[in-house]
């Protein structure tokens, strides 16, 4: 039962464009989100987080918006640039403790 | 470098047989996460422990066991491989503080384990 979901498996954008993740989840109990990023030959890394209190998160170049009515979770990268090509995963978790992971979304940023 | 470091790198095996992946989380990191990653899946869940205990189960097969030991580090135990076992696992760390977990965690690189 795939509680976090990502149904694009991959996504181009043109280089300086907006890159936009999309992810939904099932569990209205999820009071924590989170996207983490990964390169090949490498374990992911944490990119950005939102409470569920929140409805948006900005760090830099990253945003993350969250609407709780609809289940659902986005990543906007602006302006993309070709070092964020990697696979992108969001993650739910329950206070802290387990966190569910989408399947990814590889990013291409195109130069 | 997140400071997870994950033993073996690269695992080639035959069915049946038995391996051990060990974790060695961040210095003062409590609690160690094990994750399978197959073919086109996503991260899946398998076990968490926090300071040598259980703290959640997720899809973890009977087959594999995993724990906890006082120094920290952790291993995950997968037996009578099948060919399905065949996977990235991932090891991860966080610091827990009861309910105010930060929820980030720091990823190993993985072991690759390769089932013939």
């Known amino acids: 039962d795939q509680q976090v979901k990502q149904n694009s498996p991959s996504l181009s954008v043109q280089e300086g464009r907006i890159s936009i993740l999309n992810c939904d989840y099932t569990?209205?109990?999820?009071?924590?989100f989170l996207w983490y990023k990964k390169y090949p030959a490498e374990g992911p890394t944490f990119l950005i987080s939102?409470?569920?209190?929140?409805d948006k998160n900005e760090d830099g170049r990253f945003t993350v918006f969250l609407n709780k009515s609809a289940k659902h979770l986005s990543l906007h990268i602006v302006p993309s640039q070709p070092g964020d090509s990697a696979v992108y995963f969001c993650?739910?978790?329950?206070?802290?403790?387990?966190?569910?992971f989408g399947t990814g979304t590889s990013l291409t940023v195109i130069p | 470098d997140s400071g997870v470091t994950q033993t073996p790198k690269h695992l080639i095996t035959a069915t049946g047989q038995r391996v051990t992946l060990r974790c060695s989380p961040r210095?003062?990191?409590?609690?160690v996460y094990w994750y399978q990653q197959s073919l086109d899946q996503g991260l899946q869940f398998l076990i968490q422990?926090?300071?040598?205990?259980?703290?959640a189960k997720g899809n973890i097969l009977e087959r594999f066991s995993a724990q906890q030991f006082p120094d920290l580090h952790s291993e995950l135990n997968l037996s009578s491989l099948e060919l399905g076992d065949s996977a990235l696992y991932f090891c991860?760390?966080?610091?827990?503080?009861?309910?105010?977990?930060?929820?980030?965690?720091?990823f190993g690189e993985g072991s690759r384990l390769t089932v013939l």
């Open positions: 991860a760390s966080s610091v827990l503080a009861g309910a105010e977990d930060t929820g980030e965690l720091f």
């Open positions: 569990n209205s109990m999820f009071d924590y």
């Open positions: 939102i409470s569920s209190i929140k």
């Open positions: 993650a739910a978790s329950l206070t802290g403790n387990q966190f569910y």
């Open positions: 210095s003062g990191d409590l609690s």
């Open positions: 422990y926090y300071n040598g205990e259980e703290r």
